[in-house]
């Protein structure tokens, strides 16, 4: 089955700082893989995917992911933290036809 | 564009009645319907795939006979809460995905802002 694991449910980062959020997948086939972020109260927005194409994705308002195959990792990172990034990101993979399965997810905390 | 809608956005209910969420795509179509439920603090769950005009596919361990899901147009489903306890409460998001011809990993899944339900 497949799944992902995001490594610490807290990241406390300074505004400006880099910020770096973990993800390892577990997949027998290459997966598609997501991060989506959560404000409070609110529901998901896409950050960035990958599906087999670039190994670096780019996404929005910054984010960017690694797909490392050897290392069975989808980091998320940023090379500066702003006080608006400050949320709940979660990494998924696709099963298949698009249904998720997602980390237990990880809260950014920045401060100034 | 490629918005989705949840109403309502919060609800109380007395335990043993039944609520009703709707899942709107407003400015899209949608062939199918994702349905999730997320604890505190906790990530979310997939409960049931809905594609229009057919039947849902629950997830294993998710009662179908308590979780009713409706997907009667292409823009509209609805999940319905019966017999509501107070362990249903929780934070239920849906999401849609874009009727179109690319592959289904190639299109965005969009999500809802969520409906938070609170059973007493």
């Known amino acids: 089955a497949q799944s992902v694991t995001q490594l610490g449910s807290h990241v406390s980062v300074s505004e400006g700082a880099l910020v770096l959020l973990r993800c390892n997948y577990s997949?027998?086939?290459?997966?598609?893989l997501f991060w989506y972020v959560q404000y409070p109260n609110q529901g998901l927005q896409l950050l960035l995917k990958y599906t087999s194409a670039a190994t670096l994705v780019k996404g929005i308002n910054g984010f960017e992911a690694e797909f490392k195959k050897s290392e069975t990792s989808f980091h998320l990172t940023k090379p500066s933290a702003h006080m608006s990034d400050a949320a709940e990101y979660f990494c998924a993979v696709d099963t298949g036809f698009q249904k998720l399965v997602f980390g237990t997810g990880t809260r950014l905390l920045v401060s100034p | 564009g490629a918005v989705v809608s949840q109403h309502p956005s919060w609800v109380i209910c007395k335990s043993g009645t039944s609520v009703k969420i709707e899942c709107r795509s407003l400015d899209f179509q949608a062939t199918t319907m994702f349905w999730y439920r997320q604890f505190p603090k906790q990530s979310l769950m997939l409960m049931a795939t809905?594609?229009?005009?057919?039947?849902?596919?629950?997830e294993q361990g998710v009662e179908k006979d308590k979780f009713l899901i409706n997907h009667a147009s292409l823009t509209l489903s609805t999940l319905t809460v019966t017999s509501a306890h107070p362990e249903d409460s929780s934070f239920y998001i849906c999401?849609?995905?874009?009727?179109?011809?690319?592959?289904?990993?190639?299109?965005?899944?969009?999500f809802g802002p969520g409906t938070r339900l609170l059973v007493l």
């Open positions: 809905s594609n229009e005009g057919s039947k849902a596919t629950y």
């Open positions: 999401s849609a995905r874009p009727k179109s011809g690319r592959a289904p990993y190639q299109e965005t899944q969009y």
């Open positions: 997949s027998s086939v290459p997966p598609y």
